[in-house]
Structures are given as structure tokens and as C-alpha cells.
């Protein structure tokens, strides 16, 4: 049973960066494909960045091209998501998730999440 924990989220200003980590347990292959989502009040879910565990396959939402990061540490079990330049629209819950491979539509597991709040 794979576990994740995200850590990271805290109050920022405009402009500023944070790095969440996720540290994932339970045995993960190299095909799992990793996610991170955010979800801000009111609106749902939406998809931020992935990564397969091997460290390829990156992909971004628009929103956070060019802004955000998305890597992983294989040692310590872990993928990060580097922010930069935050906005306050990127204020939310953010959710690290995974899934077997990029051929499953949905993510099975999925982590508590973590509040990121950005003063404008």
C-alpha cells in the first residue's frame, strides 16, 4: 500500500518561492507516475505537474509553466515541487498523488495535502 505525505505549504508573498516534498512509502516502481493537484476554495481539483518515478515524463498545467518544478529524489523516496514567482491565485491545497502507470487514467493514491497561501 503506497503512503504519501506532503510537507512544505505555509504563507508566502507574491513573488516568493516554496519547495513542497512528498515522501512516498510502501514501494513505488519505476513506472509510477507521481502528481501533484490544488485545489483553492471553491473550485475543484485541478492538476498542477507530474513526473514518472524513473524522472522522465514531466508535464505542467499552463498556469504553472515556466513557474514551477517538478523532481524527484529516488534515495530518499521523495518528489518535490520547486514554486517560484507565486501568485496569488496559486493559493490552495495542494495533493501529491500517484498511480501504477501513465496508462491508468485515475490517481489511486493520494496524499493529505498541504495549505500553500500567497499574499498579495
Known amino acids: 500500500q503506497v503512503q504519501l505525505v506532503e510537507s512544505g505549504g505555509g504563507l508566502v508573498q507574491a513573488g516568493g518561492s516554496l519547495r513542497l516534498s512528498c515522501a512516498a512509502s510502501?514501494?513505488?516502481?519505476?513506472?509510477?507516475?507521481m502528481g501533484w493537484f490544488r485545489q483553492a476554495p471553491g473550485k475543484e481539483r485541478e492538476f498542477v505537474s507530474r513526473?514518472?518515478?524513473?524522472?522522465?515524463?514531466?508535464l505542467y498545467a499552463d498556469s504553472v509553466k515556466g513557474r514551477f518544478t517538478i523532481s524527484r529524489d529516488n534515495a530518499e523516496n521523495t518528489v518535490y515541487l520547486q514554486m517560484n514567482s507565486l501568485k496569488a491565485e496559486d493559493t490552495a491545497v495542494y495533493y501529491c498523488?500517484?498511480?501504477?502507470?501513465?496508462?491508468?487514467?485515475?490517481?489511486?493514491?493520494w496524499g493529505q495535502g498541504t495549505q500553500v497561501t500567497v499574499s498579495s
Open positions: 498523488a500517484a498511480k501504477v502507470n501513465i496508462f491508468v487514467s485515475e490517481y489511486t493514491y
Open positions: 510502501g514501494g513505488l516502481f519505476s513506472n509510477y507516475i
Open positions: 513526473i514518472r518515478w524513473s524522472g522522465d515524463m514531466t
